[in-house]
């Protein structure tokens, strides 16, 4: 959703191909996030729009509900349990096309996390991920046997549909709770509700809209992101133990899964080009100039294939690939600096260092696409002979659209 400041219509974008320099653009203070800057007439200003002291408050929002989803990790493993059964219904017909059911996964664990209960049926989940495409992409997104919708429409029928109903359904819990006919404990534990919550107590009140355009960016950042991530991630491990018959996978063990699929990342970013304006004139530390106003176009699938940083074959898929200290295995796949992604760990899990830090409570997670790609393997799942996968094309969008397997 790039890109274009009043002030920088005549200055050239200037395209960002090395991991040094992404990086150090996303933790400049004199840049601005302009990525998602076409979502904000239609769901106002959201988190990733947000700079200083009103992005530090939602930031915060966001931190409390990743630091409960961990919690509630150590007790109710919901998210492996789900899959596991998704999967093993799927494997009980014996043939799935994996890139839908790992959409309706990914809509169905994000729908539980941000509190849209609407999303709790795989009809349901197809239909607001369709919509979350349209809002983003509007007519282009237009599949066949759905209506078409543009993306101020796509909006409308997300809140209408999904978004308003659980907004207003937690309004009447927290008006229970204030009653006190519920207790703290009996709250679900959503980003809705944090949301609720936050704004009970907060100076200025954020109205139905706003908490609407919020709770519409999430799902937007979690959803398709993820979920385009399994296929590829499954491709990868399968064609690597076909080719590599002497070195046996560790398919089984959720640790290696986790450094495959932060891998499988690195080498197809969901979120292919971050786009940063100039607040004021930049030099980096490498000599390049921005102007005020200028933007940068960091380049992910570059900046993630520099050799200075992944080795002399950064096009492999290396899951065991040794990285330098300070920099992610992912590459810059999840962004950087203050607008670094919040949802990091419910795709591919809790980074190897993160575990040893004291502030995430002990609770190592695995992400959506880790436990869905294992669990795949558990069932002996591989590629349906009958339904050959064409190779992706190097010019559209490096997504699967289609990607049927067996089991057995
Ligand atoms: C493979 C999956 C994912 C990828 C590749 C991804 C990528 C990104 C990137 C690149 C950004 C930064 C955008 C920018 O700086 O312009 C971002 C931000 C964000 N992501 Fe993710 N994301 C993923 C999954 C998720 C999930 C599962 C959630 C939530 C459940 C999520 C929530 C967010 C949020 C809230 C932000 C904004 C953070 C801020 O502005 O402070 N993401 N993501």
Redesign the pocket.
């Known amino acids: 959703m790039p890109v274009k400041s009043d002030q920088s219509t005549e200055l050239a974008v200037q395209w960002i191909t090395s991991f040094d320099v992404g990086e150090e653009i996303?933790r400049h203070k004199s840049f601005r996030?302009?990525?998602?800057k076409g979502l904000i007439p239609l769901v106002g200003q959201?988190?990733?729009?947000?700079e200083g002291p009103a992005?530090r408050e939602?930031?915060l929002i966001?931190s409390k509900?990743?630091a409960s989803l961990r919690l509630k990790a150590a007790e109710d493993s919901f998210i492996a349990d789900f899959t596991r059964r998704v999967v093993a219904k799927a494997a009980a017909q014996n043939r799935v096309d994996l890139v839908p059911l790992s959409y309706s996964l990914?809509a169905q664990t994000?729908g539980r996390?941000?509190g849209l209960d609407g999303l709790s049926s795989e009809d349901t989940a197809a239909e607001a991920t369709y919509l979350l495409s349209a809002l983003v992409s509007g007519t282009q997104a237009h599949q066949p046997g759905r209506p078409s919708y543009t993306r101020r429409a796509a909006r409308d029928e997300l809140r209408n549909r999904f978004i308003d109903p659980a907004i207003a359904r937690r309004r009447n819990i927290l008006a229970l709770h204030q009653a006190g006919r519920l207790s703290t404990g009996d709250l679900p534990s959503d980003?809705i509700t944090l949301l609720l919550l936050h704004t009970t107590q907060a100076e200025r009140k954020w109205d139905t809209r706003q908490i609407a355009g919020e709770v519409a960016?999430?799902a937007v950042?979690?959803?398709d992101?993820?979920a385009?991530?399994a296929p590829h991630l499954f491709h990868h491990l399968y064609e690597y133990s076909r080719t590599n018959p002497a070195q046996p996978l560790a398919l089984a063990n959720p640790y290696f899964i986790r450094l495959a699929a932060a891998e499988a990342?690195r080498l197809h970013?969901?979120?292919p080009t971050?786009?940063?304006q100039a607040t004021g004139p930049v030099k980096l530390k490498n000599g390049l100039t921005f102007e005020t106003g200028q933007t940068a176009g960091i380049y992910?699938k570059e900046t993630n294939r520099d050799p200075a940083v992944f080795g002399h074959d950064p096009d492999q898929f290396k899951p065991g690939r040794i990285i330098q200290a300070k920099t992610y295995r992912?590459g810059?796949?999840?962004?950087?600096?203050?607008?670094?992604?919040?949802?990091?760990e419910?795709?591919?899990g809790t980074p190897e260092q993160a575990a040893f830090d004291s502030g995430n409570s002990g609770t190592e997670l695995f992400g959506?696409?880790a436990i869905l790609v294992q669990s795949l393997f558990e069932h002996n799942a591989r590629p349906d002979p009958a339904h050959p996968i064409p190779e992706l094309s190097p010019y559209a969008r490096d997504v699967y659209h289609s990607y049927p397997v067996i089991f057995g």
């Open positions: 996303l996030e302009v990525t998602f959201v988190i990733v729009t947000l992005h939602r930031r966001g509900l990743f990914m994000a996390l941000i980003l960016f999430y950042a979690a959803i992101t993820t385009s991530l990342l970013p969901a979120i971050i786009f940063r992910i992912a810059l796949s999840f962004g950087g600096g203050s607008h670094l992604c919040l949802g990091r419910l795709a591919v959506v696409a």
